[in-house]
């Protein structure tokens, strides 16, 4: 007799796909729920920069370009003015204190001290003939008060007799009062006179003294253009390298105007150019360094100029210890100009990704070494070699500095070896 078969329901097969099925659905709602939906871009790691993040000492500074110009410099103005006669030397020599360098030629100058003489001639002339008129004065005086005393002298003995005549009643009143009245006159006009010559005498004097006062200005201003006449030659103020002579033959110069220089060769120092943005951190004593011939230079700032010109102001530095063999005038030298003191730092190297993403973040690579993902941190103070982390960073952290001008927003970089 036949047995009836049942047929199962949960076969082999059936359980292996229904498994199948489980594995597929949770899968995809992992990946949906719990996945990685970051942006990803593949990049060779031979075209990337990778940095370490490290601790260590932190020298804020800035690069800055100075050139190199003499210590002291002495500029040739002409303090008069004229037409170049002759130059004695040529730019490019060394001249000593006191050498002539070029003669100019100024006729109106020759001409105005002629002029200035001779009014000096007429003041001395005016002097001497008031001197002479106040002594003819005195010897004039002399004589009239000895002809005054003479007459007083006689007219007191007629007074005296008439006076002798009258009392006794021999003589009228008339006779009396007339040789009185005489006798009188002739006192007062002796004190008149004697009166009136003291006045012409103290005038005389203030006279005298103002014609001696032009006398020595007049002197002494003859002394002056004298002085400009000898400043048309032009003479070496300093013993030193004639840098620049600007005179030609033939040439017409204005009072002021420069003619050369001369650098005095004893040593040197560095002008130094620095955008206006560092202004207010830059004073006298900071210094920086530089390499010259394989060995470093230390320089010290000596003085700041304030005035801004084209978004810059200057500074000179000069070297702190010997200047450099074999530097020379108009040398151009870049430095490292300090801008704070030295400090322990966690340092990120500087890079192209920071023109990307102004510090505020990086791409920082997984322990792995097979991706890079970002992070947002915090930079401080730079140099030209490294920023200073404040957060987001820690010592041993490997971060792409290269540019990130190709990256876009992805977010996930994939690490790939070229011959991979």
């Known amino acids: 007799m036949d047995r009836k078969i049942e047929k199962k329901n949960w076969t082999f097969k059936k359980i292996a796909y229904i498994l199948f099925a489980l594995v597929i659905i949770v899968f995809v709602v992992y990946t949906i729920f719990f996945g990685d939906h970051s942006s990803k871009l593949n990049v060779q790691t031979e ?4 940095s370490t993040v490290k601790k ?7 690069p800055v370009t100075g050139n190199v110009i003499p210590i002291n410099t002495f500029f040739l ?10 130059r004695f030397v040529e730019a490019g020599t060394y001249v000593n204190e006191g050498d002539k360098l070029i003669q100019l030629a100024n006729t109106n100058l020759l001409l105005d001290i002629m002029y200035r003489e001779a009014e000096l001639f007429q ?10 008129a106040m002594e003819q004065n005195k010897l004039a005086l002399r004589a009239q008060l000895l ?3 003479f007459q007083i002298k006689m007219q007191k003995r007629v007074f005296i007799r008439q006076k002798k005549l009258h009392d006794s009643n021999l003589i009228s009143k008339e006779e009396y009062e007339d040789a009185k009245d005489k006798y009188e006159h002739l006192i007062h006009s002796r004190d008149l006179t004697i009166l009136s010559n003291q006045q ?3 005038f005389r004097k203030i006279q005298i003294n103002q014609l001696e006062l032009s006398l020595k200005r007049m002197e002494a201003n003859l002394e002056i253009v004298k002085e400009n006449v000898e400043n048309l030659t032009v003479k070496a103020p300093v013993t030193g390298y004639l840098t620049s002579l600007n005179a030609e033959i033939g040439e017409s110069k204005v009072k002021g105007q420069r003619l050369g220089q001369i650098d005095i060769l004893d040593g040197f120092k560095v002008r130094v150019g620095i955008d206006e943005h560092y202004i207010a951190r830059i004073n006298v004593g900071q210094e920086g360094s530089f390499t010259f011939a394989g060995q470093q230079y ?6 700041v100029f304030p005035e801004v010109l084209n978004g810059r102001f200057e500074v000179d530095m000069t070297f702190k210890d010997e200047d450099p063999e074999g530097i020379r005038r108009g040398q151009t030298v870049h430095l490292r100009l300090e801008l704070g003191d030295l400090s322990e730092e966690i340092l990120l190297a500087t890079g192209g990704f920071y023109q990307k993403t ?9 322990p792995s070494g097979d991706f890079a993902t970002k992070r947002k941190i915090r930079l401080g103070l730079s140099n030209s070699d490294y920023y200073t982390v404040l957060e987001g960073l820690e010592p041993g952290d490997k971060v792409i500095t290269s540019s990130y001008d190709n990256y876009g927003d992805i977010e996930k970089l994939i690490l790939k070896e070229k011959n991979k």
């Open 77 to 86: 103005d002409a303090i008069e003015g004229g037409r170049v006669e002759k």
């Open 147 to 149: 002809d005054l005393n």
């Open 56 to 62: 260590g000492p932190f020298q804020e500074f800035i």
């Open 200 to 202: 012409d005498s103290v």
């Open 298 to 303: 230390r320089m010290e700032i000596i003085k």
């Open 123 to 132: 003041q001395s002339n005016n002097l001497r003939n008031t001197r002479l």
């Open 47 to 50: 075209r990337i920069t990778i």
């Open 358 to 366: 102004g510090g505020q973040w990086v791409y920082i690579l997984d």
